[in-house]
C-alpha cells in the first residue's frame, strides 16, 4: 500500500479548532476500487489504473477543506466519475446508488478490513 494512502489522517479545521475529520483514505481507495469493478463493470486492473490515475485521488489532500470536499458526495459519485467522467449521468448511468447498494457497501467493508467509515467527524 502506497504510504500516502493511510487510514485514520487527522485534519483539523483552521477557523475552529475544534472541528476535526479522521480520513480513512486507504478505505475510501480502496472502496472507490471496488465500486468501479462492481458497478462500473471494471476489472479490476481497470479499476486499479483508473483510481491511481485519477486527479480526485493523486491531487493533493492536505487540509481540512480538502477533505470536506471529497466528503461532500458519496463513494459511489467518485467512482462514477472516475469509471465514466463528469456529468455521467447524462450518458444514462443514475447518478443514485444502485438497490442493495449500501448493504453491499457495510459487507464489503467487514469483508476486507476497511473502516467502516471513510470520514469521521468529530468535535
Known amino acids: 500500500m502506497n504510504?500516502?494512502?493511510?487510514d485514520g489522517i487527522l485534519f483539523i479545521d483552521e477557523k475552529d479548532n475544534n472541528e476535526k475529520i479522521s480520513f480513512n483514505f486507504h478505505t475510501w481507495?480502496?472502496?472507490l476500487k471496488a465500486i468501479i469493478v462492481k458497478y462500473a463493470q471494471k476489472s479490476q486492473s481497470e479499476a486499479e489504473m483508473?483510481?491511481?490515475n485519477s486527479h480526485t485521488v493523486c491531487s493533493s489532500i492536505d487540509n481540512y477543506m480538502d477533505v470536506i470536499v471529497l466528503c461532500h458526495d458519496s463513494e459511489y459519485y467518485w467512482a462514477m466519475i472516475i469509471?465514466?467522467?463528469?456529468q455521467y449521468w447524462l450518458n444514462g448511468i443514475?447518478?443514485?446508488e444502485p438497490e442493495g447498494y449500501f448493504e453491499w457497501d457495510k459487507q464489503y467493508r467487514k469483508d476486507h478490513n476497511l473502516a467502516e467509515e471513510s470520514f469521521v467527524f468529530s468535535d
Not at 3 to 6: C, T
Not at 83 to 86: I, L, N, R, S, T
Open 50 to 52: 483508473l483510481v491511481m
Open 29 to 31: 481507495v480502496e472502496m
Open 94 to 96: 443514475s447518478p443514485h
Open 83 to 86: 469509471a465514466h467522467g463528469d
Open 3 to 6: 504510504n500516502k494512502f493511510k
